[in-house]
């Protein structure tokens, strides 16, 4: 999971097709943490979905602009350029579910 630098967020809300998604967390995080290494395994299972990182405290526009509510978040930019979010990681094939429909261009979450 490549993390982002500021400023990479921006580009992606406007120049990089989906589907995509990014892992919003902070450092501290204790479910930030398992929903990462959950993630990676989403990862090996999809390695051609493109995945990213972002820390919050390094980026706190990306909150306001996706008005992101808690940590962890997963943001998912579908193939219509259409943006969900999740919140819960309740299993690494649930994850994997939300991704097959952003990459089917079906409706997200």
Wanted: aromatic residues 10%; glycine residues 8%.
């Amino acid at each position: 999971m490549l993390e982002w630098e500021n400023g990479d967020w921006e580009r992606a809300w406007t120049d990089e097709p989906g589907p995509l998604a990014v892992f919003v967390h902070t450092p501290l995080c204790g479910t930030c943490a398992l929903a990462k290494r959950m993630l990676a395994v989403v990862e090996q299972i999809r390695p051609d979905f493109r995945l990213y990182a972002a820390n919050l405290n390094a980026m706190p526009g990306i909150a306001q602009t996706f008005r992101i509510e808690s940590v962890p978040c997963l943001l998912v930019k579908g193939k219509d350029g259409g943006w969900a979010k999740q919140y819960r990681f309740p299993s690494v094939t649930d994850i994997v579910d939300s991704l097959d429909q952003a990459y089917r261009g079906e409706t997200l979450l």
